[in-house]
């Protein structure tokens, strides 16, 4: 039955295919010990071996050198004391510094363990011989990209790229005025406060950018319209376009809509002719400010702006 669970879960089931993996080695472990007449639970093994291999130790030097937390391996060391295989030198006032050690009946497993340790080691490059794919090379791999990129991150990255597939870039219509207006004053009122510009703008679109050779652009997830941004012709002899009334709604963050917004209007902007485009934004912004300098938006030095909420200026040059 787990196998066919396995198979219609797929990937999803990573986790647990891997637990009941682990399960049936913990399984097979405890019949080597008992088969061996060794009196060893092998979630002890790590810390026996420590031990074995490098005398005294502390409970925070093997929990370090195994990977584990130190509680878990004070229950070890607790659980192995009472069975008279670990001896402790505790240093009077001071718990941190109590050494952990094998006791005499401890060290009297290590041939055993050792004699073990060969046969289990031969019997598993056994089965990798037999094996198609090496269990444990494939171990180290995954374990190391990982650790470049956890599988949290990968999925977070595929969960964006399918969503992204649902937002659809479109031209800015009657239709989308009050989206327009009602996602940029969301932001404004939550951060700052609406000024006369922002209520020109907002209002009558189609008058303060649209009819002076601006643009808006609408991103529509769903065909909802969650996301809006416009391209606002300068009166500017350095600067031809100004990137502004930028607004994602909260619900549709991290959807890669703000990216996807920004470098349709910088496409935009560089089919309109432009060479520089311009911004000002607030350093409070911080997702917003560091979205414009990946795009390669660059501070510029203070100009007057219309807004009093504007502390920084941008400008991006275009290909």
Known sequence: ????????????????????????????????YTQNHIPLKPKWFPVFYMLSQNGEQTITQIAIAIGHSQPSVSRIVREMTAKGLLTENKKPGDKRQTRIALSPKGRALVPLITDQCTDVTNAVEELTREAVHNLWEAID????????????????????????????????????????????????????????????????PRKYILDKGGCILVA????????VCALIKMNDPEYDYEMAKMAVAPAAQGKNIGKL?????INRAKK????????????????????????????????????????????????
């Open 1 to 32: 039955m787990e196998k066919i669970f396995y198979a219609r879960t797929g990937k999803m089931a990573l986790g647990s295919r891997l637990r009941t993996l682990s399960s049936l080695f913990t399984e097979e472990a405890e019949k080597i």
């Open 261 to 265: 917004l920004a470098g349709a209007i």
């Open 141 to 204: 791999e995954w374990e190391f990209l990982l650790e470049q990129k956890s599988l949290s991150r990968r999925v977070l990255e595929q969960q964006r790229q399918r969503e992204s597939s649902y937002i659809r870039i479109a031209d800015y219509t009657p239709e989308y005025q009050s989206a327009f207006r009602s996602l940029n004053e969301a932001w404004i009122s939550r951060y700052f406060e609406m000024e006369a510009a922002d209520k020109r703008a907002l209002t009558n």
């Open 272 to 319: 309109m002719g432009a060479s520089r485009l311009y911004l000002e934004s607030n350093t409070r912004l911080k997702p917003a400010i560091s979205l414009y300098y990946k795009l390669g938006f660059k501070k510029i030095n203070n100009r007057p702006s219309p807004y009093k909420r504007a502390n920084i200026q941008m400008a991006l040059e275009l290909e």
């Open 220 to 227: 529509l997830y769903k065909d909802a319209p969650v996301g």
